[in-house]
């Protein structure tokens, strides 16, 4: 190889490597926002999820209370006309 040759890989690889380097880097860094931002993302689903289920769970809850109530006061004027 000529040296005309070695001074355009020299050149080359002085041009390339910060590059390569950089683009790895940025790479690197925009990948690990991603997955942070995913992560944010999922929690807070995982937030909105678990207060609809709260919710439903509440209004639930209600709906027993109400149909047990009603159970108590029929059983309540059974026992008061036998």
Same mark, same amino acid.
């Given at each position: 190889?000529?040296?005309? %040759? #070695?001074? #355009?890989?020299? @050149?080359? $690889? $002085?041009?390339?490597?910060?590059? $390569? ?8 860094? +925009? *990948? @690990?926002?991603?997955? &942070?931002? +995913?992560? =944010?993302?999922?929690? =807070? !689903? *995982?937030?909105? #999820?678990? *207060?609809? $289920? =709260?919710?439903?769970? %509440?209004?639930? @809850?209600?709906?027993?209370? !109400?149909?047990?109530?009603? !159970?108590? /006061?029929?059983?309540?004027? /059974? /026992? &008061?006309? %036998?």
């Amino acid at each position: 190889m000529g040296f005309s %040759n #070695k001074i #355009k890989v020299i @050149s080359l $690889i $002085i041009v390339l490597l910060p590059l $390569i380097i950089a683009t790895t880097v940025i790479t690197l860094l +925009a *990948r @690990s926002e991603l997955f &942070t931002e +995913a992560e =944010a993302r999922l929690i =807070a !689903v *995982r937030e909105i #999820k678990e *207060r609809n $289920i =709260a919710a439903m769970l %509440n209004e639930f @809850s209600a709906g027993l209370e !109400v149909a047990i109530s009603s !159970v108590s /006061q029929l059983t309540t004027l /059974q /026992q &008061t006309t %036998n």
